[in-house]
């Protein structure tokens, strides 16, 4: 992609390189790596997915089920979000049962925790 800046452009302040973004591996017992999806709260991470996932994840956290009209309401805007900006992970996701899928957001949050401070009560 050319650098070349027109006197019609915008540069966007402060985009990481999309090597240095933080992402959290999800991968099977044998190691092999099924999809990948950003540490959130982390540089880079789409707008979209963030609001997507904390109106997702709120209510999950007071105990809502995945069958809620909200929580799917919610986890229909997510996928969506997600789609945009991580097809291969969306395919992953769509593969697995209700218990992986928990599993994934789980520590989807533990590990943004981790290497992004992620609060998901912020």
């Known amino acids: 992609m050319s650098t070349t800046t027109h006197t019609n452009t915008v540069t966007l302040p402060g ?13 099977r017992e044998d190691g092999k790596v ?3 999806l950003p540490a959130l709260g ?5 707008m979209g997915v963030m609001t997507a996932f904390s109106l997702f994840w709120e209510p999950i956290q007071r105990g809502a ?8 309401t919610a986890w229909n805007l997510l996928i969506t979000s997600l789609a945009d900006a991580y097809p291969d992970a969306v395919r992953a996701l769509a593969s697995l049962d209700t218990a992986n899928v928990a599993h ?12 992004a401070g992620y609060d998901p009560k912020a």
Request: proline content about 7%; cysteine-free.
């Open 104 to 115: 994934v957001m789980t520590n989807w949050v533990q590990k943004s925790t981790e290497l």
């Open 15 to 27: 985009l990481p390189d999309e090597d240095a973004q933080i992402f959290v591996h999800f991968q």
């Open 34 to 36: 099924l999809f990948s």
């Open 65 to 72: 089920s995945m069958t809620d009209r909200a929580v799917s």
């Open 42 to 46: 982390s540089p880079g991470v789409p």
